[in-house]
C-alpha cells in the first residue's frame, strides 16, 4: 500500500494536472520563445513534440524554465512552478534545404533552360526526387509531365540526355551555325557544362548566330549566340523614388549582349519597390536601381500575431528591431516579456510569423 502511495505521487509530479484548463498551444509557444532566445533559433523553425492530448496544461504564470538533462539535447523538460507542472518533450530545429522551382508553366517536351527554373534555400520537406539537385543537373533536361509555376522540380519531371553543339570548323561573328560548320553532340545531362547551349531536339535550330568569332572543337555557349530578350525599361521620365510598375515601365525586347547580367525581365517580387535615381525614357532597370520601400520603421511598435498549424492565433505588441519592407523577415522584441522574436512584414503596423 505504501509503494502504490508513493509511486501516485511520483507521478502527479511529473504530469500536468489533468483538471487545468487546455493552453497547451500557449504553453508550446511560450517555450518555443525560451529556446529561440537561448540558442540563436528563429521560433519558426522549432518543433516541440506536444504532450498527450489527455494532458491539461495551464499558461504558466510564474518561472517558466526549460532545460535539455541529456547530451543529446533532443529531450526537453518544461518546468512551472505557477501553476506548478512539468514533462518531458522532444525539441528539435529544422534544417535549410536547397531545392529547385519552376518560373512558369512548362509543357511535355520543353527543354529546361536558365529562365525556366530559380534556386531556393528553405524550411521545407523534400521527397527523394527532389533532393540533391543542381543547376547542372537539371539545365538542358527535357520534361516528360507538364509542370506549373511555383512547383518544386524533381527528377521524376525531366530525362537526362542533353543535345549540345560542338564546331568542327572555325566560325566568324554573325555567320549561321549549321551542320555546315557545327556537330549536334548528346550528352549526360549531369555532364553539360554550365551555360551551354542546349538544343530543343535532335536538329539544328533555326536562326542561330554568332555573337562571337569561334576556334573548331568548341562547346557553343548561350554567350556565344546572338539572342533576344525582354527586359523591364522605363517608359517616361522618372524621378527617384517613383514605384517600379506598369505605369512607370514596361518590357521590351532588346539584344542580350546589349544589357548586364542584373535586369528584370517581369515585375515578380518588385511590389512597394522604388527606383533610387532618376530614369531617362527607355532606360533598362537593373538590381542597382531599385530598393525597397519601408513600410515598418526601426523602433516601432507593432501588432505581433503568432499562428500555430492548428489554427491558434496569440496576439501581442511588439517592437521593431529593424526596417521591414513588405513580406520582410525582421527582428522585433515582445514588449511585455522582452524577448526577440521574428516575423513577416504583413503591413504598416502588423507582423506575423508566417
Known sequence: MSLIKNSFILY????????????????????????????????????????????????????LSVKFPFKSNKTILAKCEKPIWKFYTTFKSKQKSVYFKFTKNLKIGDLL???????????VSLNKFEKNLSFEKILGTRLIKDVESNEIIGRNLFDNISYVIRTFKNIKKNELINDKNSLIVPIDSEKVPFDTYILKNKNFAQGLILDSDLPQNTLI??????????????????????????????????????????????????????????????????????????????????????????????????????NGSFGQKIKLKNTDSGREIYGYVFNAKTVKNR
Not at 512607370?248 to 547580367?261: A, M, R
Open 113 to 123: 533552360t536558365i529562365e525556366d527554373i530559380k534556386k531556393h534555400e528553405g524550411y
Open 221 to 322: 555557349k548561350n554567350t556565344h549566340i546572338l539572342s533576344k530578350i525582354n527586359v523591364l525599361v522605363s517608359k517616361k521620365f522618372l524621378k527617384a523614388g517613383a514605384q517600379i510598375n506598369s505605369d512607370n515601365f514596361e518590357l521590351k525586347t532588346v539584344n542580350k549582349s546589349s544589357v548586364g547580367k542584373y535586369y528584370f525581365d517581369s515585375f515578380e517580387g518588385l511590389k512597394f519597390n522604388v527606383i533610387n535615381r532618376t530614369f531617362s525614357k527607355g532606360e533598362v532597370l537593373t538590381k542597382s536601381d531599385t530598393r525597397s520601400d519601408q513600410i515598418i520603421l526601426k523602433n516601432q511598435i507593432v501588432n505581433y500575431i503568432y499562428s500555430t498549424e492548428s489554427g491558434v492565433k496569440i496576439s501581442a505588441s511588439a517592437k521593431a528591431l529593424e
Open 12 to 63: 502527479s509530479l511529473v504530469l500536468p494536472s489533468l483538471a487545468t484548463a487546455n493552453d497547451i498551444d500557449i504553453v508550446i509557444f511560450d517555450i518555443k520563445q525560451i529556446i529561440a532566445e537561448s540558442r540563436k533559433l528563429d521560433i519558426e523553425n522549432i518543433q516541440i513534440v506536444k504532450p498527450d492530448n489527455r494532458i491539461k496544461l495551464g499558461r504558466c504564470e510564474k518561472n
